[in-house]
């Protein structure tokens, strides 16, 4: 790996997309489905350009081979995550195949047999971790957990708590995320969700809010309906709670980065409590999408303060502002275990402000709603 030259990897991709990202993608996938037309159906019924989310993420993560050890818990995951579409450790060469094929297209004289070998390079190791993982599951496990849509509740205009019910129990972890596919209403496109409760029945509770343009947002918040039904991904993710701790929490949520934080809080309350701050950070006073559950859980459990930061609604009386200043401000968290989600800009500016503030890094971990 010491040899692969990511910076060279960027120069090119970057020097590709110069075509235009949908042209790039469109080469990418007509290779892909007339050379191996068996993957056709793995993928969306409709693949308009706009929605192509494989090409951007496979160069996004080969080109970052230089962190494959940090990487690889993710990479794990997503191999596991990909039995879902029915990717086997075959389908990997292809799509490296189509990869390469379609840099190299458009590359043109700049094409080098470096280049070549880098890319070949790195997509290897990147396909290695996932398929790797992918074979070591249990062939017990399924690809996929199948469920039924029990109640939406439609909270603003844009944003509805779901609640999904499994055939059999989903073996995530409080915090982590699974990936939902609408099969009745949307077929074949998947979006990642998180929990809002901790695991342990058949009942799952998810957050989803309407995303401009997002078709199974678009569908779980404006169409579904009692009895439609999911299909659920395994789990995803490393924001859980760290079993040799007994530090204090702190978590911080914006918007529906809430979901994992209530899994987490329900799991704490099913192993016993622990001293816990919950703040919930929002732009106005309608964004308080869950307000009546944030007041019942802190009438509830005698270990959890909730605090609701309001950055932009005069009529709020309580603490005023972004929410990673307002947490900043309220105290030295240095001593707890931090958990952050939300936007991406929302984390960054909370993650850094908390390490500017004294919090060490290892004990901070986050989860955000951006792209791979
Ligand atoms: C190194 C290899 C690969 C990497 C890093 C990778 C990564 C990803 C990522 C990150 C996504 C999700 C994008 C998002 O939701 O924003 C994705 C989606 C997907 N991947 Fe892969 N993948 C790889 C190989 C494969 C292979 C071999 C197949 C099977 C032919 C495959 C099939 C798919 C499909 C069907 C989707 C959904 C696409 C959509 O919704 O439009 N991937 N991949």
């Known amino acids: 790996m010491a040899d692969i030259d990511t910076a060279g990897l960027k120069a090119n991709f970057g020097e590709v997309a110069g075509h235009g990202p949908d042209v790039v993608a469109q080469y990418f996938y007509s290779y892909l489905f007339l050379r191996y037309p068996e993957t056709r159906d793995m993928f969306p019924p409709s693949m308009a350009k706009q929605r192509d989310r494989l090409v951007g993420a496979l160069v996004r993560i080969v080109t970052n081979v230089d962190n494959i050890a940090e990487l690889v818990p993710y990479l794990e995951d997503l191999g596991r995550d990909h039995r879902k579409f029915g990717a086997l450790s075959a389908h990997y060469p292809a799509v490296g195949e189509a990869l390469i094929t379609t840099l190299r297209h458009f590359s043109g004289d700049s094409w080098t047999e470096k280049l070549h070998d880098d890319?070949?390079?790195?997509?290897?190791?990147?396909?290695?971790?996932?398929?790797?993982?992918?074979?070591?599951?249990?062939?017990?496990?399924?690809?996929?957990w199948d469920a039924d849509i029990t109640e939406v509740d439609l909270r603003t205009f844009d944003l509805a708590v779901l609640k999904v019910r499994t055939e059999t129990p989903h073996p995530y972890v409080a915090g982590q995320s699974i990936s939902v596919e609408p099969s009745t209403l949307r077929p074949r496109e998947w979006r990642l969700y998180t929990p809002a409760n901790a695991p342990g029945g058949l009942e799952i509770e998810l957050h989803v809010r309407l995303i401009d343009g997002g078709p199974v947002s678009t569908a779980l918040v404006r169409s579904a309906a009692p009895g439609d039904k999911l299909r659920l991904g395994p789990p995803f993710g490393q924001m859980v709670l760290d079993p040799a701790s007994r530090r204090p929490l702190l978590l911080v949520g914006g918007s529906t980065g809430l979901a994992p934080l209530k899994a987490v809080i329900d799991q704490l309350a099913r192993d016993g409590g622990r001293p816990t701050h919950l703040y919930f950070g929002a732009r106005s006073v309608r964004e308080i999408y869950d307000r009546k559950d944030l007041d019942l859980l802190?009438?509830?459990?005698?270990?959890?303060?909730?605090v609701i930061a309001i950055s932009d609604d005069i009529r709020w009386k309580g603490p005023r502002g972004v929410v990673g200043k307002v947490v900043a401000n309220a105290g030295d968290w240095s001593s707890h275990d931090v958990m952050v989600c939300g936007s991406p800009a929302m984390v960054k500016f909370t993650v850094a402000t908390l390490i500017a503030s004294g919090v060490p890094e290892n004990q901070i971990k986050f989860e955000d709603f951006g792209d791979a």
């Open 119 to 144: 890319w070949a390079a790195a997509y290897g190791l990147v396909a290695a971790t996932m398929s790797g993982a992918a074979e070591k599951v249990d062939a017990s496990e399924p690809a996929w």
């Open 298 to 306: 802190a009438e509830r459990y005698p270990w959890l303060t909730v």
